[in-house]
């Protein structure tokens, strides 16, 4: 069986990286890796790879940044000749990115069998971009493989057929569980004892000045009492930047490699976030995490986890905050089958599909 998997963002390649391995060992695959181009700096991309084990994608379509129609378009119009040429059995793609999405309806309008890795998750916000890629995958896709009961639920109410649903857990686990051991190697390189990490890059949080304006004095409150290391995605710098916005004695980082930015998330005090995965990672490290955001759509990591939505609600984040550096820190357990085996338990289904 020929599989075709498609990646464009650094959340994707973490998910890519297990199932890529896992298929590798059964002689019944072929594959072909395409990488949109969506990110395409090195250190959100080419480091992630190296680190990960990932070949070199065998198709590069160097979108890049635009608009969400543009980049969903451009990813749809170069992605279409290939899959095309390449006539695969099966595409599976990954997340909730807009590459996914752009694939998803490549695929389908061509009558390719689409997978959809990491099915099911919904925040029931729609202001949300990637909540309409998830909707929108999951309807085309033909195989849902889902990280927890709540997705099972979620899809079963969208009227997605139970056969095509398959239970399979969270695959960026498998990736932590391969590399926490070379990140619990990793030297603290200068970084202090006990710290906050901070990640920020939601349009609803970085978008609008005056809000990211309020959310970076918070934080600017918090490194008062504590270091405040805070790796920017582009996106959030260039706002920065552009906004000439004062970040203080806020240790602003590059975005760090997958191994380096897993050592900070497991020897942090707590981790506040706007990001999805770094929820479930902080849930399975038992690191407490402070999210940005109203909703989300991983609320097995709130009602299992280690993690906390404050919102954009300042009083809230520090009140939390001060309860964890307080030792009064909110308890959590892995939730079930994040266990570093859910490739192997896709690569068991697509030998019988
Ligand atoms: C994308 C995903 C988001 C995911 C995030 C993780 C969508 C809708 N969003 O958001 O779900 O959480 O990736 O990182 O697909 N840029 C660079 N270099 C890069 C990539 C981006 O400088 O390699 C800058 C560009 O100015 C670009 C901006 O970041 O316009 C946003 O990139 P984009 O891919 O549109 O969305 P992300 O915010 O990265």
Redesign the pocket.
Known sequence: MHILHIVG???NFMKLAPVWRALQGHACFRQTLVHTG????SG??DIFFQQLGIPPADVNLAVG?GS?AQ?TADVMARLEPVVIERKPDLVLVYG????TVAAALVCSKLHIRVGHVEAGLRSGDRAM??EI?RLVTDQLSDLLFTPSEDADANLQREGIAPEKIHRVGNVMIDSLVQLLPAARECPANGFPEKYVLVTL?RPSNVDDGAVLREILSSLLAIADELPVLFPA???TQ?RITNLGLHTGQLQLLPPLPYVEFLALQSRAVAVITD??GIQEETTYLGVPCLTVRDSTERPVTVSTGTNILVGQDRNKLGRELRNILQGRAKQGRVPPLWDGRTADRIAEVLQKV
């Not at 969506?38 to 700096?41: A, G, I, L, P, R």
């Open positions: 963002a650094r959340p969506q990110h395409y700096d959100m991309s940044s969400h980049q909730d990115v807009n590459s971009p990637e890629n890059h995605h582009p996106r260039q990001s999805g």
